[in-house]
């Protein structure tokens, strides 16, 4: 019996080592999607009144990522209908895909079950749902270079998202 919990203390360990591994990336993720939250947030609060920011800041307050990318399209959509920009409309289009996938990658990779990390798969449940009764995991390979990946991810469309809708937001008008 001393056996098995030595090889359960020594699985533990290497776990703990290698979370301790992960856990810089972690962080340095949650500081890009916090750049790109606060160039979302500074697009709405612009395009709503710059002079007075508090009016926009008001609205956005409470708001969560999901609710803050849809109001942001729901503000801009209209604007670039009424100048009949389809460039404007096509890369409004892919910014607002690429803030629901910034987001999904955010929430897979801070919302994991990493106590549970599988060393042997590099496998984590990043999801926990109950279908039809039943308890359903969804299970994702998860390596630093994934995470740090989604951090170059997240830092250039923050980068993007600053320097057209905050930036440049008057170019789109002329």
């Not at 203390?9 to 500081?31: F, M, N, Q, T, W």
């Not at 749902?129 to 039943?134: L, T």
Request: proline share 2%.
């Amino acid at each position: 019996m001393g056996r098995n919990k030595d090889n359960y203390d020594k699985e533990d360990e290497k776990k703990e080592k290698y979370l301790e591994r992960l856990a810089p990336h972690l962080g340095y993720l949650v500081i890009a999607f916090n750049s790109l939250e606060s160039s979302l947030d500074t697009a709405i609060v612009e395009f709503m009144n710059g002079e007075i920011p508090e009016v926009g800041i008001a609205v956005i307050s409470g708001m969560s990522f999901s609710a803050k990318v849809e109001l942001f399209g729901r503000l801009y959509g209209p604007l670039f209908m009424s100048v009949k920009d389809q460039k404007w409309m096509n890369d409004l289009t892919v910014v607002l895909q690429e803030l629901k996938e910034a987001n999904n990658k955010r929430n897979d990779f801070i919302h994991a079950a990493w106590h549970q990390y599988d060393l042997l798969t590099k496998s984590v449940v990043t999801k926990t749902r109950i279908h039809k009764n039943e308890r359903e995991d969804q299970e994702k390979n998860i390596q630093p270079k994934d995470i740090k990946n989604a951090t170059r991810f997240i830092n250039r469309l923050a980068d993007k998202l600053f320097e057209i809708y905050v930036l440049d937001h008057g170019s789109w008008l002329q």
